[in-house]
């Protein structure tokens, strides 16, 4: 058994709160509204005891899972690994409730640190201050330890800490991160508005598409729905190719990462069934999703091209169309796009007979334009907005 077994098991062994069941305690940070779409991918990577909280998702496993998670969670936006928890009224509880956890296992004077702090209804109000006050215990303890101490930046820390003291009642986990999950890393973001990766997947997991009829998205943007949609459907690992945070864990266990990621990239498929179409009207859109598509390894999977919308085409008797209009809060302007969204009710109408379509909407009002009776309806976070996934069949 390596010493980094070792630490990961003692350090599971010290939390006194969380999921329960055996392991290590592990948290999905999750944007709002995808919270059971996270639970259910955490069901197919094998997690246990899976609990669904507002803005997450508790979970336990072993370290293969926790490895499988990085890799593979699509909505989820960080994965922390849970140390401890200890009731928190005060600076003081704070200071010396840090100091319980295993610090000189995690940590060496030459590595540096950062402590995120979140704060819900507690004596410390100012989440600044209980980050510093928490450092400073960490800080203490390694000096009294090794008479040197870690330094700390707050950029690419070896560790990054995360406290959240809620109800006077502090968590302290590891993040397991780094660089947020969404940052897939393949994306160039040179044109306006792209959904982040981890809503893409939302939306595309709640269509279910799965390649094997075809995929349209008429103002693909950057093409983060297709790209998202076709990896997904591949079985890629969402995150091979990218670093973590845990890789530099005093425990990372390089071995288990690279065997895990030779496992994920045998089990994902080459090639899909269908085809899988993008179009927008602004040609800089088209290059920048060729670019991405290129980096994102799927130059061969998906196709681009330049085409209004008023002009899109069903490319099959039946498929899936999938489309984030403009809205007006980030692009155009609202009276303006009123008759974009009448158009995209005629389109639908028209041409895509016997196709699913889902509309991202940012804006009830100007979606009612569509004309349609949606089927269903998927609550969604867009940042801080709340949008809805619409679906329509188009008997
Ligand atoms: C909100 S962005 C889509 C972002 C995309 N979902 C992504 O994540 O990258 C809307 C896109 O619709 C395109 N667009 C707007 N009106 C259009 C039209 N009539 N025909 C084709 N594309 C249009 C814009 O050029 C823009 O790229």
Redesign the pocket.
């Known amino acids: 058994m390596t010493e980094g077994r070792q630490i990961i098991r003692r350090t599971g062994k010290t939390a006194q709160a969380g999921v329960g069941g055996t392991g290590l305690q592990l948290f999905a940070t999750v944007p709002l509204g995808a919270e059971e779409l996270t639970a259910a991918e955490l069901t197919r990577l094998g997690a246990d005891t899976i609990a669904p909280v507002r803005g997450g998702v508790a979970f336990s496993g072993d370290r293969r899972l926790l490895y499988r998670s990085l890799l593979q969670l699509r909505t989820a936006s960080r994965v922390l690994l849970q140390l401890g928890q200890f009731p928190c009224g005060s600076p003081q509880d704070l200071y010396d409730g840090m100091r319980t956890l295993p610090w000189g296992e995690l940590l060496t004077p030459d590595m540096t640190l950062a402590v995120d702090c979140t704060l819900r209804d507690s004596a410390i109000t100012h989440s600044h201050f209980a980050a510093l006050k928490a450092k400073d215990a960490i800080v203490d303890l390694l000096r009294e330890k090794t008479g040197s101490r870690p330094n700390i930046d707050t950029k690419t820390p070896d560790l990054r800490v995360n406290l959240h003291i809620a109800k006077n009642q502090a968590t302290v986990s590891l993040d397991a991160c780094g660089e947020s999950l969404d940052r897939r890393g393949w994306r160039l973001d040179r044109?306006?508005?792209?959904?982040r990766e981890t809503l893409?997947a939302a939306i595309m997991l709640h269509s279910g598409w799965d390649g094997s009829v075809p995929l349209l998205d008429?103002?693909?943007?950057?093409?983060?729905?297709l790209l998202e949609g076709t990896s997904l459907a591949l079985g890629q690992a969402a995150g091979a190719g990218r670093e973590f945070g845990l890789m530099r864990w005093l425990d990372f266990d390089r071995r288990l990462w690279e065997q895990v990621l030779r496992e994920e990239r045998a089990a994902a498929k080459e090639s899909l069934a269908s085809p899988v179409l993008g179009?927008?009207?602004?040609p800089k859109?088209i290059i920048a999703c060729r670019e991405n598509a290129r980096r994102a390894g799927l130059a061969y999977n998906v196709a681009f091209d330049r085409k209004?919308?008023?002009e899109a085409e069903p490319c099959g008797h039946q498929g899936v169309l999938v489309m984030?209009?403009?809205y007006g809060v980030r692009?155009g302007d609202r009276s303006s796009l009123e008759p974009?969204y009448r158009k995209i009710g005629e389109v639908f109408k028209r041409r895509f007979t016997g196709w699913t379509a889902y509309l991202l909407a940012g804006d009830l009002e100007l979606a009612k334009l569509v004309g349609l009776k949606p089927s269903r309806r998927f609550v969604l976070f867009n940042g801080p907005l709340e949008c809805r996934l619409l679906k329509y069949e188009l008997y």
């Open positions: 044109n306006d508005a792209p959904l893409a008429p103002m693909c943007g950057s093409g983060t729905l179009y927008d009207r602004d859109a209004p919308f008023e984030n209009p403009p692009m974009l």
